[in-house]
């Protein structure tokens, strides 16, 4: 009974995946956005449209060639991948891991898998189904700003001043210390009790309720000291995303959300991926804690949605050179702090990327660099609170067994 439930939803899985690579469909929902500037927050409602706008990106196309492999995998069968394969199914297996996983090359999609995952209509989640990813959004960010950088509108050596002029220590702290995580400036998230010091509302209520606009934050940013001098050290704070996505919005006018939908989710066709959003999420969550909902405040910084296949797609335009120019992919990828770059970790002699939780979700996005595959993107979201540490078990798995080809 039990194989045969497995090759049912093995099958169910596969005709979803065939079905939106056919059509290109999305399922997306509109829903609580901002529309605001920096220094505003606007209301808004949850609405759900259908959209059956063509998608660009080559990863629905890639993962419907797949075959079912038992214990919730679908394959790709090429004999050159499967010792890799083995690899990534064999590091989920011991590593008890209960989520979604994709693992594919700037050429094929070698593997999905969704073990123990559910999508909220009860079947089982495919590589459509769309996870709270945390703070790999701060991959999305640095990349906007890089976009900004080649556009000419302006440089990593800005000042904060420049944007806060309020902002007493602004002068001390460039864009490239901010991207950096070296700019001295206090975690309003991890350090909330800290920050939002002498505040009427409780602080862990501030940054898991909607609620905290642009000039509140930054009247609380303004009244703290620096915890270090910007640029000798590497502290990672949530604060330094948040600003960058506030910075975003005055150069660019528009909204964080809008910018990064026009700029990145709408020409690489991630037709399942949003940006400062709430309620389009498709994965099932923990009944005790829920989605996120402090999407307004944590934007820059955690409040990207997204699935496998936009991530694929995602991975395989920025590294690829397609996203940034040559000069800001590079700088990405310049760990000075041996740790981190800008939106990026460095986890080895060849391997960096990110990993974000936020309320009951936990994901990885890491690229190795090998010389048998290329480049490899390993990508993992579970919603299981208990699961954090079993996906970087099975992440850290599969990236060292590439690291040793």
């Not at 760990?335 to 936020?358: A, D, I, T």
């Amino acid at each position: 009974m039990i194989q045969k439930n497995r090759q049912k939803k093995l099958s169910l899985i596969l005709a979803l995946v065939m079905l939106f690579s056919a059509v290109g469909c999305s399922k997306s929902a509109g829903s609580k956005t901002s529309s605001s500037e920096a220094g505003s927050q606007t209301e808004t409602t949850v609405e759900t449209e259908a959209s059956t706008q063509e998608t660009t990106g080559k990863a629905s196309v890639a993962f419907s060639d797949l075959k079912e492999r038992d214990n919730d995998f679908l394959v790709n069968e090429d004999p050159k991948y499967q010792e890799l394969i083995d690899a990534a199914i064999n590091g989920a297996s011991d590593s008890y891991f209960k989520g979604v996983m994709a693992l594919a090359t700037d050429d094929d999609v070698l593997l999905f898998g969704s073990p123990g995952a559910m999508s909220i209509d009860n079947s089982p989640a495919d590589p459509y189904t769309i996870y709270e990813v945390g703070s790999i959004s701060k991959t999305y960010t640095a990349v906007m700003i890089m976009k900004l950088i080649d556009q000419g509108k302006m440089t990593m050596d800005d000042t904060l001043s420049k944007y806060f002029p309020e902002y007493k220590n602004g002068r001390e702290i460039t864009i490239a210390n901010l991207l950096n995580m070296q700019s001295g400036i206090l975690d309003y998230v991890n350090r909330a009790d800290v920050f939002f010091q002498g505040a009427e509302r409780d602080p862990q209520e501030i940054i898991t309720t909607p609620g905290l606009t642009d000039e509140e934050f930054l009247s609380y940013l303004y009244a703290q000291k620096l915890y270090f001098e910007p640029g000798t050290r590497t502290d990672y704070s949530n604060t330094n995303y948040h600003l960058l996505a506030l910075i975003i919005e005055q150069i660019t006018g528009e909204s964080f959300r809008d910018v990064v939908k026009k700029e990145i989710f709408d020409p690489l066709g991630m037709e399942h991926s949003s940006a400062v959003t709430t309620g389009d999420e498709t994965s099932m969550p923990d009944p005790a804690i829920g989605y996120h909902q402090f999407q307004e405040g944590a934007r820059g910084a955690g409040d990207i949605h997204s699935c496998m296949a936009d991530m694929v797609t995602f991975d395989r335009a920025l590294f690829g050179g397609d996203l940034v120019s040559v000069k800001s992919l590079m700088r990405m990828k310049d760990f000075k702090s041996k740790e981190y770059g800008c939106g990026l970790y460095s986890y080895g002699k060849n391997s960096y990327g990110h990993q974000g939780s936020v309320a009951c979700y936990t994901s990885e996005n890491i690229v190795i660099e090998t010389e048998e595959f290329g480049r490899v993107y390993l990508i993992a979201s579970t919603s299981d609170p208990d699961q954090g540490r079993n996906l970087e078990k099975m992440a850290l798995y599969v990236s060292s067994y590439l690291e040793m080809k």
